[in-house]
């Protein structure tokens, strides 16, 4: 059973500041045809999640450039540039490559 | 753009069973996998199981292997997923999701006697 891990596990940040979530798995994401399963979902408050990242650094379209998601293997970051109110809410990391796992959530409140 | 629009709030007594439906408004059904993801009260993101309508063949999580049925209708672009013997710590919302990007609004499922 593949375990994600995020930290933190809730972050409060100041408007304009830069904002990062970590996400560890249990095993490498990273598939044979050359892939890393690792995706990104920010869920706001009442809403569905949507996807804001995928396969580790490919922002879903519409997404804001100030959101950047990198790493490889086992260990994973998402960045936000300069965190505006709208970004609140909870952000999970998902692995794709086994089943679907995801993380315990992060969330991201305003100052 | 494609929607998913999914049934109604249900409210079932434990040891009944529920059937959440899911329905794609446009865009291609068959060839995509439809998951079913649940998210109990305060609570994060679980996957449960999905199918590939084409293929027919539905994959579960372990934890939900013979108490979950999810199943497809490619003529109405339907996808279903029923849950049997249910108990209190089924109380969740139900979400399905096309691919990765396109999650349905969710159905909350209350399970109480």
């Known amino acids: 059973e593949i375990v994600m891990t995020q930290s933190p596990l809730s972050l409060s940040v100041t408007p304009g500041q830069p904002a990062s979530i970590s996400c560890k798995s249990s095993?490498?994401?990273?598939?044979?045809?050359?892939?890393?399963?690792l995706y990104w979902y920010l869920q706001r408050p009442g809403q569905s999640p949507q996807l804001i990242i995928s396969?580790?650094?490919s922002r879903f379209s519409g997404v804001p450039d100030r959101f950047s998601g990198s790493g490889s293997g086992t260990d994973f970051t998402l960045k936000i540039s300069r965190v505006e109110a709208e970004d609140v809410g909870i952000y999970y990391c998902m692995e794709g490559k086994y089943d679907w796992t995801f993380g315990q959530g992060t969330k991201v409140e305003i100052k | 753009q494609v929607q998913l629009v999914q049934s109604g709030a249900e409210v079932r007594k434990p040891g009944s069973s529920v059937k959440v439906s899911c329905k794609a408004s446009a865009g291609t059904f068959n060839s995509y996998p439809i998951s079913w993801v649940r998210q109990a009260p305060g609570q994060g993101l679980e996957w449960m199981g999905g199918i590939v309508p084409v293929f027919g063949r539905a994959d579960y999580a372990p934890k939900f292997q013979g108490r979950v049925t999810i199943t497809a209708d490619a003529s109405t672009s339907t996808a279903y997923m029923e849950m049997s013997n249910l108990t209190s710590d089924n109380t969740a919302v139900y979400y399905c999701?096309?691919?990765?990007?396109?999650w349905g609004q969710g159905t909350p499922v209350t399970v109480s006697s």
């Open positions: 095993q490498s994401l990273l598939r044979s045809d050359g892939k890393t399963y």
């Open positions: 396969e580790v650094s």
């Open positions: 999701v096309r691919g990765l990007d396109f």
